[in-house]
């Protein structure tokens, strides 16, 4: 009988055992008093540095510190990963916004206008009374912000692998200018090409020679067995303005559309290297002395 009963009390120990490791869980997994909301935005200044802010509310009674934060967005690859923020977020709705590196879009196929999977921030949150607790929030699904710029890695890889629009050789000229060139360069489409059009910087502006803004557009087609094209370019400081030069977050950035087909004009850059900077900073160069001397 004491054998039976040593076994029995042995068997009651282990039971309570679980059933404080049981609790125990359940306590971890209880759901979050904290009422936190998060979506993303973005700036001009994001869109250079291919980052968005995380705009972060706090919808509850007491101030919270975020220690760090990450974007888990599958759709993405090579983000920042963990983000010290180290940011006060005070109660009653309040944004506050750490901006972070999304990496680029994972893509598929040909698809122009994919969706981005469902994606959450990672938060490691601190309370006034100094616990510190790792919180998930979701992001909204779909999410308008996250599929624009998975389209638009999208839409660059597709045009990459059809073509290159790139500059060609520049020549410098008396008045500060620069001559060079548009080239149009086939790559993988085996259809009709068509560069729309393409416009300057916000400093720089760049117009076919020699009609220059009496250019009829389109400015060139790349016909089925022919592999390149070249168009003949000035680029001048004549958009230089005291308000462009505040804004010269964005000075090497060429927008150009393109048709694939007679397609719907699809957004493209043209590439910039090494080469095209050294050309355009003396023309940049010349247009702040300039105002700078107004």
């Not at 540095?49 to 220690?67: C, E, F, W, Y």
């Not at 393409?198 to 220059?212: A, H, K």
């Not at 390149?228 to 030069?245: F, K, N, S, Y």
């Not at 505040?246 to 493209?268: H, N, R």
């Amino acid at each position: 009988m004491k054998r039976v009963a040593v076994l029995v009390a042995v068997l009651a120990l282990a039971l309570s055992g679980c059933n404080s490791k049981n609790s125990d869980k359940s306590d971890k997994s209880e759901k979050s008093d904290l009422k936190l909301r998060v979506e993303l935005t973005q700036g001009r200044v994001d869109e250079v540095r291919h980052t968005v802010q995380v705009s972060m509310h706090n919808d509850g009674p007491a101030k919270l510190v975020i220690q760090q934060l990450e974007l888990k967005a599958p759709s993405f690859k090579d983000g920042a990963g963990p983000v010290k923020a180290d940011a006060w977020l005070p109660p009653g709705g309040l944004q506050v916004d750490v901006p972070v590196s999304y990496g680029t879009g994972v893509c598929t196929g040909d698809d122009l206008k994919p969706h981005a999977a469902a994606s959450t921030v990672a938060l490691r949150v601190q309370t006034e009374d100094g616990k510190v607790t790792d919180e998930t929030v979701a992001l909204a699904d779909p999410n308008p912000m996250l599929d624009k710029l998975l389209a638009i890695d999208c839409q660059q890889a597709y045009l990459d692998r059809q073509a290159t629009f790139t500059f060609g050789p520049w020549t410098h000229l008396p008045s500060g200018w620069v001559d060079g060139t548009v080239i149009v360069k086939r790559t993988g489409f085996k259809g009709t090409i068509t560069l729309q059009e393409f416009v300057g910087s916000i400093l720089l502006e760049v117009l076919p020679t020699p009609q220059r803004e009496a250019t009829p557009k389109p400015y060139a087609v790349l016909a089925p067995g022919t592999d390149e094209v070249r168009i003949p370019i000035v680029v001048d400081g004549e958009r230089c303005t005291p308000h462009a030069l505040a804004e010269i977050k964005k000075p090497y950035v060429f927008p150009a559309w393109v048709s694939l087909d007679g397609g719907p004009p699809l957004y493209t850059e043209l590439k910039i290297t090494d080469a095209e900077v050294a050309a355009f900073k003396p023309v940049i160069d010349a247009c702040a002395a300039g105002h700078t001397q107004m």
